[in-house]
Structure formats: structure tokens, C-alpha cells
């Protein structure tokens, strides 16, 4: 179960004024040609309880969050991938994204 609600996550994620994320994870969508919007999209849609495998506080940028730790799989991408995201106040962060190591 994430600690962040999923109603919540969808509901921040349908706004990009309310969404952000991470340079590293922009970086990675454009290897795979997705962007941001395409990842919004999976996150408002796609992403479900049963995808979350763990949670825990938050380590370095925004003390006082949980971030949730998902594996979903991606059809642009072609695998499994690993996405760390956080809600701190009205605002969405996603952290990580990058390919799950776990299934490899």
C-alpha cells in the first residue's frame, strides 16, 4: 500500500503546474522517446497499488515526505521500470525513473 494516496498522486498528475520532475527522469523518457505528458498519462491511468513495493521516508531533497517505490511496465520502454515519486504539500515530485534492475 503507498503512502501516498493514489487518488491524490492522479489528481496532482492530471495538472503539469502541479506535477514536476526530476532532470534525470526527463532525461530518461527522451531516451526512450516519451516525455513528460507520456508519463503523466501512465501515472494518471496505468499505475495501481499492486505496483508499489515499498515506502519510506523520503532521504535527501524534501525532508518530511514518504516517497513510494513502484514497478510497472512501460510499452515505450519495453521493460519493467522502477519510479520513485513523493507528494510534498500540492505538489507532485517524481524522483526516479529508470529501468527495475530487479527483473533483469
Same mark, same amino acid.
Given at each position: 500500500?503507498?503512502?501516498?494516496?493514489?487518488?491524490?498522486? +492522479?489528481?496532482?498528475? &492530471?495538472?503539469?503546474?502541479?506535477?514536476?520532475?526530476?532532470?534525470?527522469?526527463? &532525461?530518461?523518457? +527522451?531516451?526512450?522517446?516519451?516525455?513528460?505528458?507520456?508519463? +503523466?498519462?501512465?501515472?494518471?491511468?496505468?499505475?495501481?497499488?499492486?505496483?508499489?513495493?515499498?515506502?519510506?521516508?523520503?532521504?535527501?531533497?524534501?525532508?518530511?515526505?514518504?516517497? !513510494?517505490?513502484?514497478?510497472?511496465?512501460?510499452?515505450?520502454?519495453?521493460?519493467?521500470?522502477?519510479?520513485?515519486?513523493?507528494?510534498?504539500?500540492?505538489?507532485?515530485?517524481?524522483?526516479?525513473?529508470?529501468? !527495475?534492475?530487479?527483473?533483469?
Amino acid at each position: 500500500m503507498p503512502a501516498n494516496a493514489l487518488e491524490t498522486v +492522479r489528481r496532482l498528475v &492530471a495538472d503539469e503546474r502541479t506535477c514536476s520532475f526530476f532532470q534525470p527522469v526527463l &532525461a530518461e523518457l +527522451r531516451r526512450h522517446d516519451l516525455d513528460s505528458d507520456d508519463l +503523466r498519462e501512465i501515472l494518471a491511468t496505468e499505475l495501481g497499488e499492486i505496483h508499489c513495493f515499498k515506502s519510506k521516508p523520503t532521504e535527501k531533497y524534501f525532508p518530511q515526505t514518504t516517497s !513510494d517505490y513502484y514497478s510497472i511496465w512501460i510499452d515505450g520502454c519495453g521493460t519493467k521500470m522502477f519510479i520513485k515519486l513523493l507528494v510534498s504539500g500540492e505538489k507532485l515530485v517524481v524522483t526516479s525513473f529508470k529501468r !527495475d534492475e530487479r527483473y533483469e
